[in-house]
């Protein structure tokens, strides 16, 4: 690994995973306007999959999408004010934790729906294409979101026409409460379904945000370079509740020790532990987030709620009232 970058790395991981534990603890506070999902454990394979991404290639997301966000560069005091429902907000308070943009870093998109920017995602793919852009678009969904149908549409269509664009799949085998081996056929693998719809398909482990740089680094050039969509498939796990800030280990979907296993890959304890950082480095980088999140918490809660009179901006329908 090149020590420089995967410093980088760890450094935005850390940024991740720290500013979702801050949300977890505020969230109690009953100030946040929205509910939350939050992707602690999954970091490697945000940061991993952003780390080949520019500003000019575009990325939408899921309902748990503020890794993506801040590994795509999102700006951390813009997210915290947004889900606190504030003017400050990336979408002026108005979207929460689940309806994330910001087209100043490549952000499109984030949805509620399950599989519902997947299509989003394929129509800037193809109008990056239509433009004659070396730019790409990646579509982060979940391993719950190959089940709808909008994405067997949406990849068809990108493998017929060839678009630029790169299905990053977090595969954390639960779909809420449900494991991955009640809602799939034994044996099948999600890469050999995303290979018979028509996509250039690999596997890589979600834990290891070096094993996921190196791939999509390759995979994004060859995108560029005209060869067609392709699938990541990234088991990972997430620690806590499908929505919420809590642990919920308790409630017993998951099998016994399960949830231990997975928090002893780590992935961000793997990558200290193969860095070995300095360790005033590390503290101090440590320090200099934890700086930057209790100065963004402290902006978002003293921030203002939109103007009453800013209801109807960014409705592009003509507001009832005007109509008569």
């Avoid at 429902?85 to 729906?113: E, N, P, Q, W, Y």
């Avoid at 193809?126 to 391993?143: E, H, M, P, Y």
Wanted: charged share 20%.
């Amino acid at each position: 690994m090149n020590r420089e970058q995967s410093l980088s790395w760890l450094a935005r991981m850390l940024l991740v995973r720290r500013t979702e534990e801050a949300i977890a603890r505020h969230y109690p506070e009953q100030q946040m306007r929205c509910p939350v999902h939050l992707s602690i454990g999954q970091e490697a394979a945000a940061v991993g999959i952003c780390s080949a991404l520019d500003e000019q290639d575009q990325a939408v997301s899921t309902h748990r999408a503020h890794a993506h966000y801040l590994a795509k560069g999102g700006d951390l005091d813009a997210l915290i004010a947004e889900i606190y429902g504030k003017a400050t907000g990336c979408c002026g308070g108005r979207g929460g934790s689940m309806h994330l943009s910001d087209r100043r870093v490549g952000f499109l998109a984030s949805t509620a729906i399950v599989g519902n920017s997947i299509p989003v995602g394929v129509g800037m793919a193809l109008s990056q294409q239509l433009q004659g852009s070396r730019a790409v678009t990646c579509v982060f969904l979940g391993d719950g979101a190959v089940e709808e149908g909008v994405f067997y549409e949406a990849a068809n269509f990108a493998a017929v026409r060839r678009l630029p664009v790169l299905f990053a799949c977090e595969n954390n085998r639960y779909s809420v409460y449900t494991r991955l081996e009640k809602r799939q056929p034994a044996g099948r693998k999600l890469t050999t379904l995303a290979e018979g719809i028509g996509l250039r398909a690999w596997e890589v482990d979600g834990n290891d945000v070096a094993a996921v740089a190196a791939l999509t680094a390759d995979v994004v050039a060859s995108l560029r370079d005209g060869a067609g969509p392709a699938f990541i498939e990234m088991p990972t796990y997430r620690w806590l509740e499908h929505c919420g800030h809590a642990d919920d280990d308790h409630l017993g979907y998951r099998p016994d020790g399960e949830l231990a296993d997975w928090k002893a890959r780590d992935p961000v304890a793997q990558l200290i532990a193969r860095l070995q950082p300095d360790a005033d480095w590390l503290a101090q980088c440590e320090a200099g987030l934890a700086a930057r999140i209790d100065t963004a918490f402290a902006r978002a809660k003293a921030a203002p709620f939109p103007a009453a009179d800013t209801v109807f901006d960014g409705i592009y329908a003509t507001p009832l009232q005007e109509q008569h």
